[in-house]
């Protein structure tokens, strides 16, 4: 009987400590294979189409903006994401769910927790957020809202992203109101990217 193949996985840049603890995890565990680590997340989409990892296990603070995490699962869609984050709340969880990937953890996550979900993204499952008592699901963003999210973030005028996505400019006045509500801001000032560390 053929012995199954190792589970491909890339390892994006980490600050040392937590770089160091997931080479650990990987090359202890017989079931994966580290294809590449430190991978600094301009190099990312580069790194994916080359090696064809199974699973990438990447820093949600090395993302410029959540958004990118959707292009990322478009372009790779045989590769499953697992975020790490310092202290990602469950409507960003949820929200990066619905965005593709297959886990958004908390950095300080023990380790059998993060192997428990590289395996489970290996199978193409996702790991929801814990339900909070008393808290209904969050609103997430439409992938539509997501696309006007990404040119309000530019600093674009209503009537480019009309013409960059062609929609009429109403409907992306409409888009954005769905969006300050949904993420509790007043003003597209208040969208800044995420800083890129």
Do not use: W
């Not at 990602?88 to 953890?105: D, N, V």
């Not at 023990?110 to 192997?115: K, M, N, T, Y």
């Not at 997501?146 to 992203?161: E, K, M, P, Y």
């Amino acid at each position: 009987m053929a012995e199954p193949r190792a589970i491909g996985v890339v390892v994006g840049r980490f600050e040392d400590l937590v770089a160091r603890g997931l080479r650990s995890l990987i090359e202890d565990d017989p079931s994966l294979e580290l294809l590449a680590a430190d991978v600094p997340a301009e190099q990312l989409d580069e790194v994916l189409g080359q090696l064809r990892a199974r699973v990438a296990i990447v820093a949600l603070e090395g993302l410029s903006t959540p958004v990118e995490v959707r292009e990322l699962v478009a372009r790779h869609p045989a590769t499953e994401l697992v975020l790490l984050a310092e202290r990602p709340s469950r409507i960003e969880s949820a929200q990066l769910l619905a965005f593709g990937a297959a886990a958004c953890l908390a950095k300080a996550t023990q380790g059998r927790d993060v192997l428990n979900a590289v395996h489970l993204a290996s199978r193409g499952m996702q790991l929801a957020p814990r339900e909070q008592p008393g808290g209904a699901d969050p609103e997430l963003l439409t992938p539509r809202e997501a696309d006007v999210l990404t040119h309000l973030q530019q600093r674009r005028s209503n009537a480019q992203i009309a013409a960059d996505l062609h929609i009429s400019i109403e409907t992306v006045r409409t888009h954005a109101r769905s969006i300050y509500r949904k993420l509790g801001v007043g003003s597209r000032r208040e969208l800044t990217p995420r800083p890129a560390r």
